[in-house]
C-alpha cells in the first residue's frame, strides 16, 4: 500500500525512519497499537511522496531532510524526495522561507497538479502532519467549492485544499484515504464528508491524540466510573520542537485548545473549569516535551483528593506510531468502501474524532470498538 506524507518536519520524518527500521528488524514496533494483528503488515506499507513548503525541503530527499531530527535513517529514504505542497501562508511567523505551487498556481490548477501526481504515484493514503494552522471550517460544500473556484487564498487553508484534492483524486481512481492528524477539521467538517461521501473518499481525523490528551481521557474515565465529581483540571504541555514554536501564535494555538478541551464535557457529561492547551515553546527541551496534570475531585463524604501527573513525552515518535496503524486502517477502509469517515478509527486515534455529532469517549471504549470494527477479537471484553 502506498503512502504520500504531507509536512516533511518531525512526526512525517519519525514515521519514515521507524517505518524502514521496523521493516529491517532493527527495532520492535513498540508505540504500534494493533502491530501485528491487521491483515496489512507494517512490511506492506511503502511511502512514495513526501510534500512540504520549506524552501530548503523542497528538492531535498526525504533521507536528506529526516537526518536534521534523527542520527540513524535508513538508506531507503534516499530515493523519495521531497516535492512542492500548496502553502496558503501556513508557515507564516514562522522563521521558515516558504514557497509553494499556489505562488505561481491557481488554487484550482495547484489542487490538479497534486491529483496528476497522485494518479501518477498511485497513491493510496495521504497523511497530514503540515504544521497547525489556524482556520476557519466551510460547513458547506458549496461555499468550499465556490472559494476554490475564486481562487480565494485568503479563505481557504493548505489542509483544506490538500482535503479537497483528495476528494478529487478518489473520485478519479475509485478510492483513497485523507488521514487528518492535525486540528484543522475535516472529519468534523460536513462539508468534507459530504464530498467524500459523494467521491469515494475516507477521511480520518481530527488530530491525532498522542501525550496527554488521551491519558486525561482515561483518567478522568477512571474518576467518572467511581462518581468522583472533578472540580478543576489543569493540563499543560511545553516543548521545543517546531510544532510548539508554531503553537506561539495565538490563533493556531486556539485550533489545538479546542481539539484538548473537548474530551472534558464529552466524557464527564459536565464541564469543570479546566485550563487544557499548550503553554510553551522552549528550545532545550526538544521533542520530548514536559506535561503536567493536576486533577482534583470530591470524593465519599466530602472528602478532596488531588491527582498529579508529570512527564516526559517524546512527541512526534507518540504520532508516528499510530500513523503506522492509521495508514493500514485507511487502505482497509477503501477496500470496505466505507467513505465519508470511519467514527470507530477516530474514537481511538484521534483528539477530536469526527463526524461533527458524535463525541469523545473513554479510549478503553474506543479501543475495543476499534477492534470489532478490524474485525479482531475483543482484548477485554
Ligand atoms: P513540524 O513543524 O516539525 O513539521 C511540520 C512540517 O510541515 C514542516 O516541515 C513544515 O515545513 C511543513 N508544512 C507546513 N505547511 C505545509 C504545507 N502547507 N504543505 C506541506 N508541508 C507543510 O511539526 P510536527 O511536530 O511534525 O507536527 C506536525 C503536525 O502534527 C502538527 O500540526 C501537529 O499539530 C500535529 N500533531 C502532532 C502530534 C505529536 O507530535 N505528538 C500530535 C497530534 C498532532
Known amino acids: 500500500m502506498r503512502v504520500a506524507i504531507l509536512g516533511q518536519g518531525y512526526v512525517g520524518s519519525i514515521f519514515a525512519i521507524g517505518l524502514e527500521r521496523i521493516k529491517r528488524g532493527e527495532i520492535k514496533p513498540y508505540g504500534v497499537p494493533l502491530t501485528n494483528e491487521l491483515p496489512i503488515k507494517i512490511e506492506d506499507i511503502e511511502i512514495v511522496a513526501s510534500y512540504d513548503v520549506d524552501k530548503n525541503k523542497i528538492g531535498k530527499s526525504v533521507y536528506e531532510v529526516a537526518k536534521n531530527y534523527y542520527d540513524i535513517v535508513p538508506e531507503s529514504l534516499k530515493d523519495i524526495k521531497v516535492r512542492k505542497g500548496i502553502h496558503l501562508r501556513s508557515l507564516r511567523n514562522l522563521p521558515i522561507e516558504a514557497e509553494g505551487l499556489d505562488d ?24 497530514n502532519v503540515c504544521t497547525t494552522e489556524s482556520f476557519v471550517p466551510f460547513n458547506n460544500k458549496d461555499e468550499l467549492i465556490k472559494a476554490i473556484k475564486e481562487d480565494n487564498k485568503e479563505r481557504v487553508t493548505a489542509t483544506q485544499a490538500y482535503a479537497y484534492a483528495a476528494c478529487l483524486y478518489a473520485n478519479e481512481v475509485g478510492g483513497a484515504c485523507f488521514v487528518n492528524a492535525i486540528p484543522t477539521l475535516i472529519a468534523n467538517d460536513p462539508a468534507f464528508l459530504e464530498l467524500a461521501k459523494e467521491n469515494n473518499l475516507v477521511i480520518f481525523g481530527d488530530d491525532g ?12 474515565t477512571h474518576l467518572c466510573q467511581r462518581n468522583r465529581y472533578i472540580r478543576y483540571i489543569v493540563q499543560f504541555n511545553i516543548g521545543g520542537n517546531t510544532d510548539f514554536l508554531a503553537l506561539t501564535d495565538e490563533e493556531r494555538n486556539k485550533s489545538k485548545e479546542y481539539t484538548k ?11 469543570p473549569p479546566h485550563y487544557i492547551k499548550p503553554t510553551g515553546y522552549l528550545e532545550p527541551i526538544g521533542d520530548r516535551k514536559f506535561i503536567s496534570m493536576d486533577i482534583e475531585y470530591i470524593s465519599f463524604n466530602g472528602a478532596v483528593d488531588e491527582l498529579i501527573i508529570n512527564g516526559r513525552i517524546n512527541d512526534s515518535p507518540a504520532l508516528a506510531g499510530l500513523l503506522v496503524d492509521l495508514v493500514r486502517l485507511g487502505k482497509m477502509a477503501i477496500d470496505k468502501k466505507e467513505f465519508g469517515t470511519v467514527y470507530e478509527v477516530n474514537a481511538f486515534y484521534m483528539k477530536n474524532p469526527g463526524p461533527k455529532d458524535k463525541k469523545n469517549i473513554p479510549r478503553i471504549i474506543a479501543y475495543e470498538k476499534l477492534r470489532m470494527w478490524a474485525e479482531l477479537k475483543p482484548r477485554w471484553l
Open 261 to 271: 478541551s473537548s474530551i472534558v464535557k464529552d466524557i464527564l457529561g459536565y464541564e
Open 209 to 220: 491524540a498522542t501525550g496527554a490528551t488521551p491519558l486525561t481521557a482515561d483518567v478522568i
Open 104 to 127: 505561481d498556481l491557481s488554487l484550482e490548477e495547484a489542487i490538479n497538479k497534486l491529483v496528476d501526481e497522485w494518479k501518477e504515484l498511485k497513491v493510496d493514503v495521504i497523511v
